[in-house]
């Protein structure tokens, strides 16, 4: 399976500020995703990286407060804009090369809003 | 919307026991379930998966079961040891789409 490399594996940040995290697959992916998990919590889905066009978003989660990008088949990027307290989670970016196929993910970004 | 239910939430087991993880899922739409095991600080890994199309699938001492009917898999994990002990997702999709539904996890402890 493909290798994910996510980054930084962890932040403290101010709130109000902004952080953008990267993914980097070792190969070309058809499907691109991040990922919420509250501490002790199960994965909630965030959003769909469609290449080369705006990203699918689940319901609860809005581009203006989670702009995606996704330029080639390789690497997509999340954005925590506004920060606040309640954004303090573990963010996950996992690939997929078709469906029904595995999901491998990255090994998380760790963000901590104060 | 798919639902997936997992139990128990926690589990300990003595090493060399077996250890049982249970989830339910509601659309019969769904037809991919992987299992996941995420050790702290680390993303989920795939350990097993299973195709509708597949009762029982097994690789050393994992092994997982689906039951269509009953809309139920399960993961067995024969002669645990210490390093099973983590938290397990299980999951399911379907063809028509690609997003992945996880159930709320397991955190196993093998006990030494």
């Known amino acids: 399976s493909a290798v994910i490399s996510q980054k930084p594996s962890r932040d403290i940040c101010q709130r109000g500020t902004s952080l953008t995290i990267q993914c980097q697959v070792d190969s070309q992916v058809t499907m691109m995703f991040w990922y919420r998990q509250q501490p002790g919590q199960s994965l909630t889905l965030i959003a769909t990286?469609?290449?080369?066009?705006?990203?699918?978003?689940e319901s609860g989660f809005v581009i203006d407060k989670f702009p995606i990008s996704r330029p080639n088949l390789t690497f997509s990027t999340l954005t925590v804009s506004n920060m606040s307290p309640e954004d303090s989670s573990i963010y996950l970016c996992s690939g997929q090369g078709a469906v029904d196929t595995e999901a491998f993910f990255g090994q998380g970004t760790r963000l901590t809003v104060v | 919307g798919e639902n997936v239910e997992q139990h128990p939430s926690t589990l300990s087991v003595q090493e060399g026991d077996s250890a049982v993880i249970k989830c339910t899922y509601s659309?019969?739409?769904?037809?991919?379930f992987p299992w996941y095991k995420q050790e702290l600080g680390k993303g989920p890994q795939l350990i097993i998966d299973?195709?509708?199309?597949?009762g029982e699938k097994k690789d050393q001492r994992i092994a997982v079961t689906l039951n269509k009917t009953a809309k139920h898999f399960s993961l067995h994990i024969t002669e645990t040891q210490p390093e099973d002990s983590a938290v397990y997702f299980c999951a399911a999709s379907q063809s028509t789409g690609n997003q992945f539904y996880f159930g709320t996890g397991t955190s196993l402890t093998v006990i030494p």
């Open positions: 990286a469609n290449q080369g066009s705006e990203a699918t978003y």
């Open positions: 659309d019969s739409a769904s037809n991919y």
């Open positions: 299973i195709r509708s199309n597949v």
